[in-house]
């Protein structure tokens, strides 16, 4: 027979799922709503009650998509990996020599990256506006790229610095005996070694750079390569409101992170939670 621990244990344990199972409907309800939308004909937009499904779907939206937004998935694309290759070149080795080569004033310098964190983005994208109006900067893409890469850098080297500080110091000293100068022991010891904070910062750099809309409105709005954020703004207008385009578009603009999400978690949970324990 069952004893009664167990019984209230098992209650317990139905308890919490269920509950989690409603938390996760809750917070995932407007990512089905956004599909839902997607294939909702305009004509049934402002029906009420709205269909829990789109029961005489369209996808009249996605052929908008292929048709009109495909550029500004490219443009996007190019962003993102220009910005996780720019935070990966200025971030690793920043993170190894506040890690490892203790800079005198590195201390201070890890608070300015994390205060750097706390400055809202629009006072940003007002001093990138003034310094890209007279370097003739703006409607770039390249000063779009540094612009995004300015959010991703501070938390990039915090994250490099908390990895690369787990790294034993006596795998360095050896590299440092077999003759190997500081930049060969980053390069061939320190780098590979720190695959699980590359994917992270890699990861997170490429979503704050897909996802931004203040730098892209500021810096690129009515040049030749707009990113998709704002692809999908231009279809909001005063008497024009294309819903079950622009719900359409943010599914898909939503798959590569979705998907690069995916693939690198168990890379991003390794990676952020480095550095948090110390033996």
Do not use: C
């Not at 490219?74 to 720019?86: D, E, M």
């Not at 992270?200 to 979503?207: C, I, N, P, Q, R």
Request: net charge positive; glycine share 8%.
């Amino acid at each position: 027979m069952t004893s009664p621990p167990l019984i209230l244990n098992r209650r317990r344990a139905w308890v919490k799922t269920t509950a989690g199972v409603l938390l996760t409907a809750v917070m995932l309800f407007p990512v089905y709503w956004m599909i839902n939308v997607s294939f909702t004909r305009d004509q049934d937009m402002r029906k009420s009650p709205p269909d829990l499904l789109p029961v005489h779907g369209t996808l009249a939206g996605y052929r908008t998509v292929l048709g009109e937004q495909l550029p500004y998935l490219g443009t996007s694309l190019v962003i993102g990996l220009g910005t996780v290759a720019l935070t990966v070149v200025l971030a690793a080795p920043a993170g190894y020599a506040l890690a490892k080569l203790r800079p005198r004033g590195g201390g201070i310098l890890s608070f300015v990256l994390l205060a750097a964190q706390m400055i809202p983005g629009i006072i940003m994208a007002m001093g990138f506006y003034a310094i890209y109006l007279q370097l003739g900067l703006l409607q770039s893409v390249p000063g779009l790229i540094v612009a995004d890469s300015t959010l991703a850098v501070p938390f990039a080297v915090l994250i490099f610095t908390a990895f690369m500080s787990g790294i034993p110091g006596e795998l360095l000293q050896a590299a440092t005996m077999d003759g190997a100068g500081t930049v060969r022991t980053f390069r061939s010891i320190v780098l590979p070694m720190s695959r699980n904070a590359v994917v992270t910062v890699s990861l997170f750099a490429f979503l704050w750079s897909w996802s931004d809309f203040v730098f892209a409105s500021t810096l690129v709005n009515g040049g030749a390569h707009e990113p998709i954020t704002l692809g999908i703004y231009h279809y909001i207008g005063n008497n024009n409101q294309e819903w079950n385009a622009i719900m359409a578009t943010a599914v898909v603009a939503s798959l590569p992170a979705a998907v690069i999400l995916v693939l690198a978690q168990r890379y991003v949970a390794a990676g952020v939670s480095a550095g948090a324990v110390k033996d």
